[in-house]
């Protein structure tokens, strides 16, 4: 197995899809190694392309008010991506980026971090790992068990940023997680 180290560098070198034309820096992840919570992003914004880190623009300030709500700190737990190269003027990842990039690294960094709650943020994070799910606003906040894992779907914080109603919404979900780490190894395969 890989450490995160290693995927770091393969990710920082990698030229497997065009987004790497467009990069200034590759946003690999960052955060504890070890934390049993893993925080799943779309992918790299203007601000994560110029430093290389996730989630540090206005949604990652809003990231971090979210985790204070549960008395936790960014370096707590680990923060990625579904891509790790910011597509171009922030469109979309398209598919074959999407599938690329996660094949190759995102799977590997679930794998070495081995977390107990997978939280996606926002509709292309949660359509990667739970592509059976319909709409985001009937499943946000409710934990779902497949292939031995448990994943989080929550609406991702820039919607917070656009739409100030979101937020209570944002914060209700996240402060369910102490609740569903207490209960997940109970919770049945199917939901
Ligand atoms: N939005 C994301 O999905 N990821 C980031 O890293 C920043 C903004």
Request: glycine share 6%.
């Amino acid at each position: 197995m890989q450490t995160l180290d290693e995927l770091a560098e393969h990710i920082r070198r990698c030229t497997l899809c065009p987004l790497h034309n467009g990069r200034t820096h590759a946003v690999p992840g960052e955060g504890n190694p070890k934390s049993e919570l893993m925080f799943i992003g779309e992918g790299p914004g203007k601000k994560e392309d110029e430093l290389g880190r996730p989630f540090v623009g206005a949604a990652g300030k809003f990231l971090e008010q979210l985790l204070a709500a549960i008395n936790l700190k960014r370096e707590d737990v680990f923060i990625t991506n579904v891509v790790k190269c910011r597509p171009p003027e922030n469109r979309d990842p398209e598919p074959q980026e999407v599938e690329t990039c996660t094949t190759h690294y995102l799977f590997a960094q679930i794998d070495a971090i081995n977390p107990r709650l997978i939280i996606t943020l926002g509709r292309h994070s949660m359509y990667r790992f739970l592509p059976d799910t319909f709409k985001i606003s009937e499943v946000h906040g409710k934990p779902f068990r497949r292939h031995g894992k448990v994943y989080l779907p929550l609406y991702h914080p820039a919607v917070a940023l656009y739409t100030g109603s979101m937020r209570s919404v944002l914060i209700a979900d996240m402060k369910k997680i102490p609740a569903i780490l207490k209960k997940i190894d109970s919770l049945p395969q199917a939901s």
